[in-house]
Structures are given as structure tokens and as C-alpha cells.
Nanobody, 123 residues
Framework: QVQLVESGGGLVQAGGSLRLSCLASTRTFSSYTMGWFRQAPGKEREFVAAINWSGGVTYYADSVKGRFTISRDNAKNTVYLQMNSLKPEDTAAYYC????????????????WGQGTQVTVSS
């Protein structure tokens, strides 16, 4: 069982920055590809970014490429999402997840999920 706890969300003005953190309670954290997803009210959960077990490979949704950066610290069992140049359309609940199988961009293959942290960007 893997427990994931996100933190770092909040209210920010457009153009501002936030850094989300996700702490994992597992000794095998370094074996997982980790992903960030987001879900706005009335919309489906969508892929934001993912990072492989070593941190050497990263993936981004086109909508956040160049503005968001995913990283991880395996010694701290933590994955991060640095979000810069935030836009009102980035407003959503953000979830981290641990990939079990399948494609990194689909939520289907992620077995473990955090409870989410809210990000609200005002215009």
C-alpha cells in the first residue's frame, strides 16, 4: 500500500507561481513512475506531468509545457511540481499518483492516488 499526500496548493494571481509537493509513504518510491493530474469542476481528470523512477525522463501535457516542471527527490520520497506563469485555466484540484502499469498519460494505470490539493488562479 502506498499513501500519497499532496501539499502546496493555494490561491495565486495570474502570472504567479506555486510549488506542489507529494510525499509518499513507501520504501519502494524510487521504483515508481510518478504523475501529476488535475481535475476542474465538471471536467475529466487530465494528465499534467510525469517523471520516471530516476528523474531522468519527464513528460508534460502541451498545455503546461514550458511553464511547469516536475522533479523528484528519491531520498525524501517526494515528487514536486513547480508551476510558473500560472493562468486562470490552471485552476483545479491537483493530484499526484504512482503508476502501476500502462501509459503515463492515462489515469487508468495509476494505482495509488493522493487526496488532492486545490490550486486557484485569479485573473
Amino acid at each position: 500500500q502506498v499513501q500519497l499526500v499532496e501539499s502546496g496548493g493555494g490561491l495565486v494571481q495570474a502570472g504567479g507561481s506555486l510549488r506542489l509537493s507529494c510525499l509518499a509513504s513507501t520504501r519502494t518510491f524510487s521504483s515508481y513512475t510518478m504523475g501529476w493530474f488535475r481535475q476542474a469542476p465538471g471536467k475529466e481528470r487530465e494528465f499534467v506531468a510525469a517523471i520516471n523512477w530516476s528523474g531522468g525522463v519527464t513528460y508534460y501535457a502541451d498545455s503546461v509545457k514550458g511553464r511547469f516542471t516536475i522533479s523528484r527527490d528519491n531520498a525524501k520520497n517526494t515528487v514536486y511540481l513547480q508551476m510558473n506563469s500560472l493562468k486562470p485555466e490552471d485552476t483545479a484540484a491537483y493530484y499526484c499518483a504512482a503508476l502501476y502499469s500502462g501509459s503515463y498519460y492515462s489515469p487508468i494505470g495509476y494505482r495509488y492516488w493522493g487526496q488532492g490539493t486545490q490550486v486557484t488562479v485569479s485573473s
